[in-house]
């Protein structure tokens, strides 16, 4: 159930409608006052207080997936918008250079591959030592990948918008020249 499209697209909708939220002057200024901080903060707080609340057989609960999962994408999405109006200590705290490292070069990757990390070594993972040598365990094959494969594309990338830049700006000359 965690892999199924339908169920992920509650957060997906609630991200692209914070966003367009965000676009919007008048949102941004409501935000950006007393909401900004109800929302930091009770954002956090819900979204930490189902980390703590759900047990080891969350898997096995219908409601997990049909209820508790699209409400946290929602109060994530929530918490999200207050950090992004409002100086808080939530917010200095992840504008932190290695936090922000880790986000802007890692979440992705350890959001793509911790499921495998997960599939493959759970078994091994006993107890709380467990727990933490497959969070390790994740976060390393998630940098790992994220310097293998993220930053080859995106130095690719560049290069390529580079070129594509020169050529429009050749062509540009050439035409402007016979004219």
Same mark, same amino acid.
């Given at each position: 159930?965690?892999?199924?499209?339908?169920?992920?697209?509650?957060?997906?909708?609630?991200?692209?409608?914070?966003?367009?939220?965000?676009?919007? +002057?008048?949102?941004?200024?409501?935000? @950006?006052?007393?909401?900004? %901080? #109800? =929302?930091?903060?009770?954002?956090?707080?819900?979204?930490?207080?189902?980390?703590?609340?759900?047990?080891?057989?969350?898997? +096995? %609960?219908?409601?997990?997936?049909?209820?508790?999962?699209?409400?946290?994408?929602?109060?994530?999405?929530?918490?999200?918008?207050?950090?992004?109006?409002? *100086?808080?200590?939530?917010?200095?705290?992840? @504008?932190?250079?290695?936090?922000?490292?880790?986000?802007?070069?890692?979440?992705?990757?350890?959001?793509?591959? %911790?499921?495998?990390? #997960?599939?493959?070594?759970?078994?091994?993972? #006993? =107890?709380?030592?467990?727990?933490?040598?497959?969070?390790?365990?994740?976060?390393?094959?998630?940098? =790992?990948?994220?310097?293998?494969?993220?930053?080859?594309? +995106?130095?690719?990338?560049? *290069?390529? *918008?580079?070129? %594509?830049?020169?050529?429009?700006?050749?062509?540009?000359? *050439?035409?402007?020249?016979?004219?």
């Amino acid at each position: 159930m965690y892999f199924s499209p339908v169920l992920g697209v509650v957060p997906l909708a609630t991200g692209c409608l914070l966003a367009l939220l965000l676009d919007d +002057e008048r949102f941004r200024s409501f935000a @950006s006052g007393l909401a900004g %901080h #109800i =929302g930091t903060w009770a954002g956090a707080a819900a979204v930490l207080g189902v980390q703590f609340w759900i047990d080891d057989d969350w898997t +096995e %609960h219908a409601w997990t997936f049909g209820l508790l999962m699209p409400v946290t994408g929602v109060f994530a999405a929530v918490l999200i918008g207050g950090l992004v109006s409002v *100086r808080t200590p939530v917010s200095a705290a992840l @504008s932190w250079t290695p936090v922000a490292w880790f986000g802007r070069r890692v979440s992705y990757s350890a959001y793509l591959w %911790h499921p495998l990390v #997960i599939a493959l070594l759970g078994t091994f993972a #006993i =107890g709380w030592f467990g727990d933490v040598w497959l969070f390790a365990a994740a976060v390393v094959v998630s940098i =790992g990948a994220a310097y293998a494969v993220e930053v080859p594309v +995106e130095k690719l990338r560049a *290069r390529t *918008r580079e070129a %594509h830049r020169l050529v429009t700006e050749d062509r540009a000359a *050439r035409s402007a020249a016979t004219s």
